[in-house]
């Protein structure tokens, strides 16, 4: 019996120390957008283009990412910030700001805008389609994570019922696909 309770002790040692070795970093958030919301688009169809083409990847909450880091507060904000995400070396060391400059040509194709990027995503060749995602992103604004303190659950669970709301009313709206290539939403791009 006191081998069992031996083993048991040393199984239970080592996983006290192997969850000690394998914290995860905490949670971040970016600061809170100062940049305009950007006009030169429709963010209502941009929010439809990006549930399509970028929210597989990417969602809203801060310290829950994806395959892709969470996109609040992406407008304006320095790229590779989060401390919570492992960015590509090319993005960490790009310089880049997150405004309608860098963020139509590295939507548009990510490849040709940054070839070492760690983004897979198909080319979004219409740029009135670029734009909206573009206004969309500039409308995401949370608060500063510095004035409040973030309860992540309770932050996911209203985000998941203002997306859901959001989606409910944005469904009642008719939505015309073109058939023309160009045209097309960014999803339909092979």
Same mark, same amino acid.
């Given at each position: 019996?006191?081998?069992?309770?031996?083993?048991? %002790?040393?199984?239970?040692?080592?996983?006290?120390?192997?969850?000690?070795?394998?914290?995860?970093?905490?949670?971040? +958030?970016? *600061?809170?957008?100062?940049?305009?919301?950007?006009?030169?688009?429709?963010?209502?169809?941009?929010?439809?283009?990006?549930?399509?083409?970028?929210?597989?990847?990417?969602?809203?909450? $801060? !310290?829950?990412?994806?395959?892709?880091?969470?996109?609040?507060?992406?407008? !304006?904000?320095?790229? @590779?910030?989060?401390?919570?995400?492992?960015?590509?070396?090319?993005?960490?060391? +790009?310089?880049?700001?997150?405004? @309608?400059?860098?963020?139509?040509?590295?939507?548009?194709?990510?490849?040709?805008?940054?070839?070492?990027?760690?983004?897979?995503?198909?080319?979004?060749?219409?740029? +009135?389609?670029?734009?909206?995602?573009?206004?969309?992103? %500039?409308?995401?604004? @949370?608060?500063?994570?510095?004035?409040?303190?973030?309860?992540?659950?309770?932050?996911?669970?209203?985000?998941?019922?203002?997306?859901?709301?959001?989606? %409910?009313?944005?469904?009642?709206?008719?939505?015309?696909? +073109?058939?023309?290539?160009?045209?097309? $939403? *960014?999803?339909?791009?092979?």
């Amino acid at each position: 019996m006191s081998m069992v309770i031996r083993q048991i %002790s040393v199984i239970f040692t080592a996983a006290i120390l192997l969850s000690a070795c394998s914290e995860r970093t905490p949670p971040d +958030s970016r *600061a809170a957008v100062t940049l305009p919301v950007y006009e030169q688009g429709d963010a209502d169809n941009g929010a439809i283009i990006y549930q399509d083409a970028c929210g597989q990847c990417h969602q809203l909450t $801060p !310290g829950l990412n994806k395959k892709g880091p969470q996109l609040m507060n992406i407008y !304006g904000a320095k790229a @590779a910030q989060l401390a919570d995400y492992d960015y590509s070396e090319a993005l960490k060391t +790009s310089g880049w700001v997150w405004d @309608a400059e860098t963020l139509d040509p590295y939507i548009a194709d990510v490849e040709t805008a940054m070839p070492e990027s760690k983004m897979l995503a198909d080319p979004m060749p219409d740029a +009135s389609e670029r734009a909206d995602v573009i206004a969309y992103l %500039s409308t995401l604004r @949370a608060p500063d994570s510095a004035d409040a303190q973030v309860d992540t659950t309770n932050q996911s669970n209203d985000q998941n019922n203002q997306n859901s709301n959001q989606h %409910s009313q944005m469904s009642n709206d008719a939505v015309v696909i +073109s058939d023309v290539a160009a045209e097309k $939403p *960014a999803a339909d791009f092979q």
